[in-house]
């Protein structure tokens, strides 16, 4: 009965009309927070807090909030600090990936080089983190500290691991959690810290954001490799270009096709670039995309037995909701 309920909403996308006041005033935040810098610097944060995102962490924590007694002004803060979080990890991205567009806007590296990007970054962090300090108590601060020293490992472990054959499976689901999962889960149960709630539901919301925030790597891995610069509106192939082991890698790794996995491997070991002009048209690439489209799909299903513990209303229905429209994204790739 819930599913075909919550199914309806796919093609709706109902949680941004529930939010799209808030998430402007969440807008509104983040570009209040250029002020505290001084007049050399606030032109270049300016130029790096303007840019229009999705807006997807942001949007977990409101919808959580409002699916567990009401969005408070702390949460509008604390939206608008995820997101400045996650700025702060793009900008520090497009530096390691060397990348020259996102959002159809040229990345802080391009306009002003890799030191002064890094620094606007490294500032972004710093200024979202000042942010959360005036929200809740030591264990709520904690908290999320220790969310960002797990994403800044995630980063450092990505990059440390380029081209590493020895790289599990298992390995590639733990550094994903913790450089993308983590702000998804920090969206989340913050969230419901900030609500006050008790300990099991704030775990149980953590976890849900952690299912989405993996499936939508694993979304994100696969665009990677099947989707379009124009479409996208960001720099592709650089996953592939700078070795980083994606899911669809080891499966590649893992096909049945011999000849396939040879060479994928061969390259991976040789720590050279994999040319997929030619690989993309065989059944080998095909069934690894489909079969890590199908690891991200259940991790949505799980996500969705997790927030049928929270009661039935309007913002359930929306989180719901991003679920679906991350599966449909998932599925694009295998068109």
Same mark, same amino acid.
């Given at each position: 009965m819930a599913f075909s309920f919550f199914n309806k909403l796919r093609n709706k996308k109902e949680h941004l009309k529930l939010i799209r006041q808030e998430l402007d005033r969440v807008r509104a935040v983040i570009a209040q927070q250029i002020e505290p810098f001084g007049p050399h610097v606030r032109p270049y944060m300016d130029r790096v807090c303007r840019g229009r995102g999705k807006l997807i962490r942001p949007?977990?924590? *409101?919808? &959580?909030? %409002? %699916?567990?007694?009401?969005?408070?002004?702390?949460?509008?803060?604390? !939206?608008?600090?995820? @997101?400045?979080?996650?700025?702060?990890? $793009?900008?520090?991205?497009?530096?390691? =990936?060397?990348?020259? &567009?996102?959002?159809?806007?040229?990345?802080?590296?391009?306009?002003?080089?890799?030191?002064?990007?890094?620094?606007l970054g490294d500032s972004l962090l710093a200024q %979202?983190?000042?942010?959360?300090?005036? *929200?809740?108590?030591?264990?709520?601060?904690? #908290?999320?500290?220790?969310?960002?020293?797990?994403?800044? /490992?995630?980063?450092?472990?990505?990059?440390?691991?380029?081209? =590493?054959?020895?790289?599990?499976? %298992? +390995?590639?689901? /733990?550094?994903?959690?913790?450089?993308?999962?983590?702000?998804f889960a920090l969206a989340m149960s913050g969230a419901a810290m900030l609500q006050e709630l008790d300990d099991e539901t704030v775990d149980h919301l953590e976890r849900m954001g952690t299912l989405l925030g993996i499936a939508?790597?694993?979304? +994100?891995?696969? *665009? =990677?490799?099947?989707?379009?610069e124009d479409v996208a509106g960001k720099t592709l192939g650089t996953d592939a270009a700078k070795g980083k082991l994606t899911l669809p890698f080891y499966f *590649?790794?893992?096909?049945?096709? /011999?000849?396939?996995?040879?060479?994928?491997?061969?390259?991976? @070991?040789? #720590?050279?670039?994999?040319?997929? &002009?030619?690989?993309?048209? &065989?059944?080998?690439?095909?069934?690894?995309?489909? $079969?890590?489209? =199908? /690891?991200?799909?259940?991790?949505?299903?799980? !996500?969705?037995?997790?927030?049928?513990?929270?009661?039935?209303s309007p913002a359930r229905a929306a989180l719901a909701e991003m679920t679906y429209r991350l599966d449909e994204l998932l599925e694009d790739c295998c068109s």
């Open positions: 949007g977990l924590v *409101l919808l &959580t909030a %409002a %699916a567990t007694g009401g969005i408070r002004d702390s949460h509008i803060t604390y !939206a608008a600090m995820l @997101e400045m979080l996650h700025m702060a990890s $793009l900008v520090h991205d497009d530096v390691l =990936d060397k990348a020259d &567009t996102r959002r159809d806007e040229p990345t802080p590296n391009a306009l002003w080089g890799n030191e002064l990007a890094v620094l %979202a983190m000042v942010m959360g300090s005036d *929200l809740g108590g030591p264990r709520f601060i904690r #908290r999320m500290a220790l969310s960002v020293r797990e994403l800044c /490992e995630g980063e450092v472990e990505q990059s440390t691991r380029l081209w =590493d054959a020895d790289m599990s499976r %298992a +390995d590639y689901y /733990e550094l994903i959690r913790k450089k993308t999962a983590t702000l939508y790597q694993i979304y +994100d891995d696969c *665009l =990677d490799l099947t989707g379009s *590649l790794m893992e096909s049945s096709s /011999e000849d396939v996995a040879a060479r994928v491997r061969g390259c991976v @070991e040789r #720590r050279e670039p994999i040319d997929f &002009t030619n690989l993309r048209g &065989t059944d080998a690439f095909h069934e690894a995309i489909r $079969l890590s489209v =199908d /690891e991200g799909l259940a991790r949505t299903a799980e !996500a969705r037995e997790v927030l049928w513990m929270l009661p039935e």
